[in-house]
């Protein structure tokens, strides 16, 4: 039985590469290692591959998913961030301009969550947490010692992006 160069080079050995389950999350990194193993599998044996192109690809590829997961948990944090911010302002009394011009004062009554972000309830106005221009100071906030109740004054004026 004789073997030519082509034959000896197979895709048995390199199947250990792909990960064993995949993830819906991660089809760019799945297309990633099938075209690797695909030139892997059909590379011209009188004049290989450069491994070390290979592991720099991976090395960005790898760098790239790293940089991706960061910017989705600090997205994550963001929304939680403004989720508390919002729900910091129930019972105090904001200042705001709506999408149409409108503008308005009045006491955030409640929070919704939505996709979008926080809308509060300014006294039966839905109001975008992104729309609000100032902050006044006024409700009642447990004090340090959470043992009794001061009455705010402040005034904070968020910045605009």
Known sequence: MSI?????????????LAPATTSASSPDKDMFLQLLVAQLRYQDPMNPADTGEFLSQSAQFTA?????????QTALVLGAQMAFGASSLVGREVSYTLADGTEGTGTVQGVTFEASGPVLDVDGTDVPLVNVLTVAGGASAPTAAGSGTSS?????????P
């Not at 030519?4 to 250990?16: I, R």
Request: aromatic content about 0%; cysteine-free; hydrophobic content about 40%.
């Open 4 to 16: 030519s160069a082509t034959e000896a080079v197979t895709g048995g050995g390199l199947q250990a």
């Open 64 to 72: 790239l998913e790293k940089m991706q997961d960061v910017a989705d």
């Open 152 to 160: 705010a004054s402040t005034s904070a004026t968020p910045a605009r």
